[in-house]
Structure formats: C-alpha cells, structure tokens
C-alpha cells in the first residue's frame, strides 16, 4: 500500500466504503461502473449483454474502461482482500469494493521454457495446482492467490500442461468463489 494512502487513512480513518463503482474483467481490465452502468445490472451478467451489444455496435453496461496508466497503477499497487474475500481498492482513505467477473487475480503466463506467471498486478507468483473448469477455463492456485489465466495465454498454459508441469484438476465454477474464499459481488452482499 501507497504512504500516501496509509496517511490518509489515519488522518480520516471513518470514510465510508463505496461499492458497485469498481470492476475487474476476466482479461485483467479495470472498469469504471457509473450509476447507468450499475443500472444495466451486475458486472459478470453486464459482459453478456455487452459482447452482444458490441457486436451491434454498442458498449453500453459494463461500464468505462480505465486506460491512464497511473491511476491503474495505483489501482493495482492498492488492491488486496479483506478478511471476508472481498477484494478493494484502497482510495486514500476509502475502500473502494471490486466487482469482479471472474476472479480477483488475472494470470499471465510467459512462454517456454520459464512458464513465469505473473497476476494482472504485476506480482510474480510460483504456482502451486492448476485447475480447469467446465467450460475449459484454466485457474492457478499460486503462492499470492488464485485466478484465471488470461485468454491470450491459454497456449503456454497447454504448453505446460502438455511438459507435464501443471496437472490440472477438474472443477466447477460455481464452487470456486467458496473453495479459494473470494467474493464476485460485494455490492450484492449489501443487499443482503
């Protein structure tokens, strides 16, 4: 975390969270979701209705894209989970919660033959299982967490389960959010 960050939070230590505002995508891309956005519906369901709607022209649900280097720099320098496996960013001092559509870390994978995995934040990890869901998506529970591996890096992670370095264990996507303790929605719990 930021000092910056750290000061802030002690000099207004009683700022409310925010939630809903927030989103991480499946590829590691940071959303900004506005009251229209939040309107459309949840972050993971606003992907199906935006593909659709982006093969028609139209980006409308899922939010903005967040494309200054610096505040997603800061995003990621300024992530990380609470006791309850919601992840958020620290704002200074608000926590601003995630949404997430997948799970709270991206994979990239390197090539052969290091297959060095690194999280969407930039922080290398050491990978511990590898696991494949139902509809063929590949997880990595590592030393920092547990995520998806990025699309565009499905290659090296076959690579390396075809070396026989990952051996991956078949599960359901619906039971990875209990199993690795994490929360898609923390805006949904509100409503709880």
């Not at 659709?52 to 300024?78: W, Y």
């Amino acid at each position: 975390m930021d000092d910056i960050v750290r000061q802030a939070i002690a000099k207004w230590p009683n700022v409310p969270d925010c939630y809903g505002w927030l989103g991480l995508d499946a590829r590691g891309n940071w959303y900004m979701r506005d009251d229209r956005a939040q309107a459309a519906g949840s972050f993971a369901a606003s992907f199906s209705r935006a593909e659709a709607a982006e093969a028609a022209g139209s980006g409308a649900g899922k939010g903005s894209l967040l494309k200054h280097e610096k505040l997603v720099d800061f995003i990621q320098r300024n992530y990380e989970a609470d006791t309850h496996g919601q992840w958020f960013f620290q704002n200074g001092p608000q926590r601003v919660y995630v949404e997430l559509q997948a799970t709270p870390l991206i994979w990239r994978v390197d090539a052969a033959p290091a297959f060095a995995v690194a999280s969407h934040t930039g922080q290398p990890a050491r990978v511990q299982r590898c696991m494949v869901d139902e509809g063929g998506r590949v997880y990595l529970e590592t030393d920092v967490g547990f995520g998806l591996v990025h699309t565009q890096d499905m290659t090296h992670a076959a690579d390396a389960v075809e070396q026989g370095l990952w051996v991956p264990q078949e599960v359901l996507a619906r039971d990875l959010p209990a199993r690795f303790c994490y929360v898609r929605s923390p805006q949904a719990l509100q409503k709880i």
